[in-house]
């Protein structure tokens, strides 16, 4: 058997879940052959946990010699897990050096990049897979199953309310994913998970797109108006974070501490900021409408400081409703173990036909993170993926379906106005 040959780009947390499947569960069909990333303490954590193992240490490259690792390497497949902002230029230079891409979502932040990812798609034909393992999850693939098999009819429209905890959700106002200019915002770096879902339940794209946002909780503004007095910059080494209940320790958690903490001199990254800075320039209350191309709509919202973790989802159609909720795990990004991320702890899925009683659908739990969407999500990229009439795999379109209506709900915040998908993008 021939394998497929692997380089990975950005080695932080999210990356360990594709690296360690490869050196694992996938070595007899896949081969990593080298990281890439800015900063060589990372670099080093990475080959170290590969090393544990079982699978030998492999070339490293920084990030200033991607070219180079390609060139040497001479890989099929480029994973690209770096700051969202980036991922638009190593998709692209991947595509442009011969390779197919495998990309954490979001695919890319905003219009003009993406304009970029599909033109460079065009030009050389090359394939880009989005990973959205949440179509994975036995409960969100049943959804697709009951729309498509006609069980409440033609849908008309949805309701997604999706709560970030004050663990969980705290942490984007931490790292990197504070700054908009790096994310796109959580309507882009966490949303592109939830308008995903609907685009593929309901097998639609979106047209029109109003919304709102504000910064209410998070921010030193904000916490000012609710009494507070005692301010820091970083939770390390701060006196003032020790009775935080926002702050995070690196220094206690073996990852966090070799992936953030030990590479700050090299990578210049401060991974635990306080929460109520006052730089944050992405919002934590958002609310969005949109119109879909088979005339269904729906009504969003997310809310980063809530007391439990999850989702509650409601969808009409001509013959009923169902209604859908989930409670997920608590979770920080590299600070715990990441089959974890997004592990549900209970669901319940209620169909309500229009002339008949309600009744449950019960799904078998599978393990593993994202409500065991993860394990089907990686034998699907690694391993000998089989027909799948859920077509659950993402393409380019997919990844652009996904991120635009959380791109045009941020140019709606800004400008106060609906946003016409056609007007920012033609695919």
Known sequence: MIKKKYVLVGTGGRARFFYKALATSYKNTCELLAFCDLSATRLSYANKVLEECGHPAIATYNYKDFD???????????IVTSVDRTHHEYIIRAMELGCDVITEKPMTIDEKKAHAILAAKERTGRDIRVTFNYRYAPSNSKIRELIMDDVIGDVFSVH??????????ADYYRRWHRNKHNSGGL???????????????????????????????YGRHNAEKRGVENFY????????AKDDPFAIDLAANETSKALYLDAEADSGYIRDRSVFGDDISIEDTMAVTVKYDTNAMLTYSLNSYMPWEGFIVSINGS???????????????????????????????MVNPMFGAPYEVVVEAKSGGHGGGDPSLLDDLFGNPVHDPLKRAAGVEA??????????????IASGNAVRIKDLLTY
């Open 68 to 78: 180079q690792m390609i060139d040497d390497m001479k890989p099929d497949i480029v």
């Open 160 to 169: 997604f309310e999706w709560l970030l905890n004050t663990r969980h959700g």
């Open 187 to 217: 309507l882009v770096h966490k949303s592109t998970h939830h308008f995903d879902l609907v685009n593929f339940w309901l097998g639609a794209k979106p047209e029109t797109v109003f919304a709102f946002g504000e910064l209410n909780f």
């Open 233 to 240: 910059y970083r939770c390390h080494g701060s006196n003032a």
């Open 319 to 349: 013959k009923g409703r169902i209604e859908y909720k989930v409670v997920e795990r608590s979770y920080v990004n590299a600070g715990g173990a990441q089959e974890l991320e997004g592990a549900y702890k209970g669901k319940q899925i």
């Open 399 to 412: 990844g652009v379906n996904s991120i635009i209506t959380g791109i045009a709900a941020n140019k709606s």
